[in-house]
């Protein structure tokens, strides 16, 4: 149920919407500190769309090739009263005049551990270099391509029969439990920007199971 202070998401998707539903399932626990209240797509026929209508979430359609479209954005998020954006495979390079106006609250997901692979097509880009550890990063959105500063990684190796099905659905499965846990701690406000890096109010005690520790992916796959 809605709640005044409860925090406020929007949910930035192109496509499948995985990394949504994520975020859908995580917050229908009482106990997590964020809803959605709005799914924007640049694509209408985003799966992601259907997810946001079967979870009774509101979806806006936006062509963003006509860049006033980020201007209807930003006052449709002022209207809901966001308090977070989370870019979950939305396929554009938001550009920097909004991205400027919404620093430190602007997160994203990508399918690498960054710096290591920006831009598209990074599981591609970890195979074809033969690093044999890869994985996915949750980070505050800056004015470059995937160059914000980092608030949460997860790691996954890469095996030698992986191709690149298997090493995307390894990573995502992991994307799935980083990104609800990083848009936690920024809603309880543990994670925050300053000064354009990530800072942590976190004791050893509230620290995220996994978080941190070298043997995350172990610990997480005990789950
Ligand atoms: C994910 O791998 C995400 O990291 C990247 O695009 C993909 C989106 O997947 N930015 P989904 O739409 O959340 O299923």
Same mark, same amino acid.
């Given at each position: 149920?809605?709640?005044?202070?409860?925090?406020?998401?929007?949910?930035?998707?192109?496509?499948?919407?995985?990394?949504?539903?994520?975020?859908?399932?995580?917050?229908?626990?009482?106990? /997590?500190?964020?809803?959605?209240?709005?799914?924007?797509?640049?694509?209408?026929?985003?799966?992601?769309?259907?997810?946001?209508?079967?979870?009774? !979430?509101?979806?806006?359609?936006?062509?963003?090739?006509?860049?006033?479209?980020?201007?209807?954005?930003?006052?449709?998020?002022?209207?809901?009263?966001?308090?977070? !954006?989370?870019?979950?495979?939305?396929?554009?390079?938001?550009?920097? /005049?909004?991205?400027?106006?919404?620093?430190?609250?602007?997160?994203?997901?990508?399918?690498?551990?960054?710096?290591?692979?920006?831009?598209?097509?990074?599981?591609?880009?970890?195979?074809?270099?033969?690093?044999?550890?890869?994985?996915?990063?949750?980070?505050?959105?800056?004015?470059?391509?995937?160059?914000?500063?980092?608030?949460?990684?997860?790691?996954?190796?890469?095996?030698?029969?992986?191709?690149?099905?298997?090493?995307?659905?390894? !990573?995502?499965?992991?994307?799935?439990?980083?990104?609800?846990?990083?848009?936690?701690?920024?809603?309880?406000?543990?994670?925050?920007?300053?000064?354009?890096?990530?800072? /942590?109010?976190?004791? !050893?005690?509230?620290?995220?199971?996994?978080?941190?520790?070298?043997?995350?992916?172990?610990?997480?796959?005990?789950?």
């Amino acid at each position: 149920m809605s709640d005044i202070n409860i925090f406020k998401l929007a949910v930035l998707a192109s496509g499948n919407g995985s990394n949504l539903q994520a975020l859908i399932d995580a917050s229908k626990s009482s106990s /997590y500190p964020a809803e959605i209240s709005l799914v924007v797509s640049d694509n209408k026929n985003a799966y992601a769309l259907k997810r946001a209508e079967e979870a009774q !979430i509101k979806t806006v359609t936006y062509d963003f090739k006509d860049k006033s479209n980020y201007n209807n954005l930003a006052s449709e998020l002022k209207k809901q009263s966001i308090d977070l !954006i989370c870019c979950a495979g939305f396929m554009r390079i938001i550009p920097d /005049y909004f991205v400027k106006g919404f620093i430190g609250k602007i997160v994203n997901i990508h399918p690498s551990l960054l710096p290591s692979f920006p831009g598209l097509n990074a599981q591609k880009q970890a195979l074809d270099s033969g690093v044999r550890i890869s994985g996915c990063t949750v980070h505050f959105v800056d004015e470059g391509v995937d160059t914000g500063s980092i608030i949460m990684q997860a790691s996954v190796p890469i095996l030698p029969d992986d191709n690149l099905d298997t090493l995307t659905q390894k !990573i995502l499965r992991f994307e799935h439990k980083i990104y609800p846990m990083a848009v936690r701690l920024i809603a309880e406000n543990k994670v925050y920007l300053e000064d354009r890096k990530t800072n /942590y109010k976190l004791d !050893i005690e509230s620290i995220p199971e996994g978080f941190l520790f070298p043997d995350m992916q172990v610990r997480l796959d005990e789950k």
